[in-house]
C-alpha cells in the first residue's frame, strides 16, 4: 500500500468509526443479534479453533514465542545469508503482529467500552465509553488486530492472493459481530490500526522513498 491509498482509507475509517459510536453501533448490534445468531455456533467454533492454534504459536521457546522466532530467523536468513530483500515481509509481519496486539490492548485499558452484552443485557445509556464495571474492554477488537495482522502485510505483499489469505481473518471480524463481543467501530478500528502498523513497518525495505501515486 501506497501512501495516497493509506490517506484514503484513514480519512474515510477514522471519521466513520466516531459516527458509528455516535450513531451506528447499537443499532446495528441490536439487529444482527435479532437475526444472526443462528450463525453463532460456527464463529464461535472457528474462533476457539483459530484460538488454539495462535495459543500454540505463542508458547514461548528461548523466552520468545515460537512465531516471533520462526519470522524473526526467517528474515535474518533471507535477507541477510541469501541476500532477498523480499525477506523483510517476516519482519513485517512480526512487528506489525506485535505492535497490533500491544496496542489493541492498550487501548482497551484506556477505552473501557461496554461490550454489547451489555447492551442485550441490562442495557447502558450513552456510547459505553469509559464506563465502570465488568465487559467494559470492547474497543478495539483484540481478535481482529490479532488475525488481521497475521495476514494484511501479506496480503499487501501477495495480491494475487489476496483473497483467500484474507479469509480468515475476515471470518473472525465477522464472527465477533455475530457473537456479540464487538461493535463494528471496534472491528473496523481494529482493522484500521492493522493497516497503518503494516504500512508504517512496511516502509523498512523503503526508507528514503515513499510512494504517493
Do not use: C
Given at each position: 500500500m501506497t501512501l495516497r491509498p493509506f490517506l484514503l482509507f484513514t480519512a474515510f475509517s477514522l471519521p466513520a468509526c466516531a459516527l458509528l459510536i455516535l450513531f451506528g453501533d447499537q443499532p446495528l448490534a441490536g439487529f444482527i443479534h435479532g437475526h444472526f445468531t443462528w450463525s453463532a455456533p460456527f464463529f464461535a467454533t472457528l474462533t476457539a479453533t483459530a484460538d488454539r492454534l495462535h495459543d500454540a504459536l505463542m508458547v514461548h521457546v528461548l523466552g520468545l514465542p515460537i512465531i516471533f522466532l520462526a519470522l524473526g530467523l526467517a528474515f535474518a536468513i533471507g535477507?541477510?545469508?541469501?541476500?532477498?530483500?523480499?525477506?523483510?515481509?517476516?519482519?513485517?509481519?512480526?512487528?506489525?503482529?506485535?505492535?497490533?496486539?500491544?496496542?489493541?490492548?492498550?487501548?482497551?485499558?484506556?477505552?473501557?467500552?461496554?461490550?454489547?452484552?451489555?447492551?442485550?443485557?441490562?442495557?447502558?445509556?450513552?456510547?459505553?465509553?469509559?464506563?465502570?464495571?465488568?465487559?467494559?474492554?470492547?474497543?478495539?477488537?483484540?481478535?481482529t488486530a490479532v488475525y488481521f495482522s497475521l495476514f494484511w502485510p501479506l496480503a499487501v505483499a501477495f495480491p494475487k492472493y489476496r483473497g483467500p489469505l484474507l479469509v480468515l481473518p475476515g471470518l473472525v471480524a465477522l464472527g465477533r459481530l455475530v457473537l456479540g463481543a464487538h461493535y463494528l467501530s471496534d472491528v473496523w478500528f481494529s482493522l484500521w490500526l492493522v493497516v497503518a502498523l503494516a504500512f508504517l513497518f512496511g516502509r523498512l525495505d523503503k526508507p528514503r522513498n515513499i510512494e504517493v501515486a
Open positions: 535477507r541477510y545469508a541469501l541476500k532477498k530483500k523480499a525477506a523483510t515481509i517476516f519482519l513485517t509481519v512480526l512487528l506489525t503482529h506485535e505492535f497490533s496486539m500491544v496496542l489493541a490492548n492498550v487501548l482497551k485499558g484506556a477505552v473501557h467500552r461496554l461490550r454489547p452484552e451489555v447492551q442485550f443485557g441490562a442495557g447502558y445509556a450513552g456510547s459505553g465509553l469509559w464506563a465502570q464495571g465488568p465487559h467494559n474492554d470492547s474497543f478495539p477488537s483484540y481478535h
